[in-house]
């Protein structure tokens, strides 16, 4: 099946610093990325629709300014973390469609990635 | 508003037993309803259902869709340790053949117990 990897898989930062995580579509090409967040015990929540050439589309309520997305190429997306606090401490998960083989449309995800604002 | 529910939130089960769980949901333009398992990091997709009706079974696992009454349910018979895990029900509200953006609702997942 398709697979999408995402790095790091942990990182540790300092408050303040900036973290860029990246979502890749191993063998297939996705025109179209999602990021989500998940907090501990609860449901993922999407923050943004990666779009490949083109802008993201962010939920409301996410801030644009503080989770760059950048989607240069059809199997690259990243995220980055601006100015990371304490309270940016989570699980992001990002997620891809195949659509290029005919399959169902499911989403693949993932790894997912942890992170800690000291 | 679009809305996922999942019940029970959490169940904890023997081996050997077998569960059912419960998803329902208030969706502007469905187009279908995906099981996910998440254990220790990304969930890992079931099934996907857009017909109502009909059963797809996975070994242990089976899910249906009703439609009509806009609810799944996913089942899991003769329960293992390794079934503990978040199940999480996802409806896809994309709309059109050409449209590829995604419009996932996620509930809030089952938390799944197994019990040796």
């Known amino acids: 099946g398709a697979v999408v990897s995402q790095h790091p898989s942990w990182v540790i930062c300092k408050s303040g610093t900036s973290v860029k995580i990246e979502c890749r579509s191993l063998d297939f090409q996705a025109t179209t990325m999602f990021w989500y967040r998940q907090f501990p015990k609860q449901s993922l929540m999407l923050m943004a629709t990666?779009?490949?050439?083109?802008?993201?589309?962010?939920e409301q309520g996410v801030e644009k300014d503080k989770f760059l997305i950048n989607h240069a190429s059809l199997t690259l997306s990243t995220l980055t973390v601006t100015s990371a606090h304490p309270e940016d401490s989570s699980f992001y998960i990002c997620?891809?469609?195949?659509?290029?083989?005919?399959?169902?449309?499911?989403?693949?995800f993932g790894e997912g990635s942890r992170l800690t604002v000291l | 508003e679009d809305k996922v529910v999942q019940s029970p939130l959490s169940l904890v089960v023997h081996e050997g037993d077998t569960v059912t769980l419960n998803c329902s949901y208030e969706?502007?333009?469905?187009?279908?309803l995906l099981w996910y398992k998440q254990e220790k990091k990304a969930p890992t997709f079931l099934f996907m259902l857009t017909s109502s009706g009909i059963e797809k079974k996975s070994g242990r696992l089976s899910s249906i869709l009703d439609k009509k009454e806009l609810f799944s349910i996913l089942n899991i018979t003769a329960t293992q340790t390794g079934d503990s895990a978040v199940y999480l029900c996802a409806v896809d509200r994309s709309g059109g053949v050409d449209n590829y953006g995604q419009n996932f609702v996620f509930g809030p997942g089952t938390r799944l117990s197994v019990l040796p």
């Open positions: 969706v502007t333009n469905f187009r279908s």
């Open positions: 997620s891809a469609r195949d659509f290029t083989r005919g399959s169902t449309g499911e989403l693949f």
């Open positions: 990666s779009n490949e050439g083109s802008k993201a589309t962010y």
